[in-house]
């Protein structure tokens, strides 16, 4: 195993840590995720890369997963209407046209095994059931992905030839909602676990610059739909 | 990180091997899996578990990934035809009826992190970029999943309406083949990495039994699906 370089993580953690206020200001970050990621970062041996509470989104792709030659139509974080949707949905696709729903991502990055450990034990207990670790580097260090089984992948049209019922679509749509919110859920446990148990060995820089914004690692408010489900 | 109990593991990996045999006699293995899992274990310090080669079902159910409250009424590891599931899906369902097609996932068990990471090298390499390992423990190992993003998980009906049009399940139908061909392949490109790479320290123990059953590392034969594609 590679020994992870201290030095170099560290710069790179502040650096993310900058970034996510950035990010932030500019509308990039999904706000409702932002407790959690702070709740990472209040420890002093993790920080977070990219990640996503979940959402809904419409693409024009071949195969759900496919990342060239797809493009997406429609992304919202939060429920959608049929409204919203009927318009794209009617009109023919340039490949086929899915609607996918993802749960929650979380990447996260740590210095060491022990610590990697608890991250994942934390997240499975919440219900991010398939959370493991992607890879481990000198400079990157141990880096995981949090992830769910929540996920729709649905075949609305190939090309001209609708293949789900138009008249049915509400259905569809308040099923697709219903699985967006299951990740949400997830997404609320975890704050929870977070919460009590963040941080391992506090971060102090992370910490008094918390502070400097207005918060603290006590007074952070849960994601907004948390507020029905917790 | 917790150090390994090699002895324990190696009784372990013997324990797993044995079984894999007894479950292909019995019809429980999929048996265009076996090479693939063959060579993992020519490989001394490395082992695999549970493991499936992609398969399409239709399972009636909450949600897709819901396990509980779940039932599987159809399931084929191989291309599906529409008079096989038309009957099912005409049929009310209990909760909701999916149509669920996933890539292959392969369990395997190392028992340190280089080989771990030279693992999820391949697998990566292959195509099964959502690979990684799920834990770190003193007696099981360092246990890795090798899976894909092929996945397809679509709404047949929501208990007495149909939500997919009828009229168009063979388009569906030829769509979720597709879904299950691409998993078929990037086992095969695995095949062909592991043929090329394994074992990085040959199990004489393993490969001494192979000969036994008429096999060696070096004639194995690609699932029979590989033919086409390789």
């Not at 949707?85 to 023919?92: A, M, N, Q, V, Y």
């Not at 034990?121 to 398939?130: D, S, V």
């Amino acid at each position: 195993m590679p020994s992870i370089n201290k030095s170099v993580w560290r710069r790179r953690k502040l650096e993310f840590w900058d970034r996510l206020w950035e990010d932030l200001e500019i509308g990039y970050l999904d706000e409702d995720l932002l407790p959690v990621l702070i709740y990472f970062y209040t420890d002093k041996e993790i920080h977070t890369l990219s990640s996503c509470s979940g959402r809904i989104i419409l693409a024009d792709s071949t195969f759900p997963w496919s990342r060239e030659e797809s493009s997406v139509v429609y992304k919202k974080h939060s429920p959608i209407d049929v409204s919203e949707i009927l318009g794209i949905i009617k009109k023919p696709s340039v490949r086929r046209l899915w609607l996918n729903v993802t749960g929650p991502i979380i990447h996260v990055s740590t210095t060491n095994i022990d610590t990697a450990d608890k991250i994942l034990a934390i997240a499975r207990n919440a219900g991010m059931k398939h959370s493991g670790i992607l890879s481990i580097s000198e400079n990157k260090g141990i880096i995981l992905e949090l992830t769910t089984g929540v996920k729709l992948t649905h075949l609305l049209r190939s090309r001209d030839e609708l293949v789900t019922d138009i008249a049915k679509l509400d259905k569809l749509v308040e099923i697709a909602n219903q699985v967006l919110y299951e990740g949400k859920r997830i997404l609320c446990r975890l704050f929870v676990d977070l919460r009590e148990n963040m941080p391992f060995t506090p971060d102090e820089t992370i910490i008094d610059d918390l502070r400097r914004r207005g918060l603290t690692p006590e007074n952070l408010s849960p994601p907004s739909y948390c507020r029905e489900l917790l």
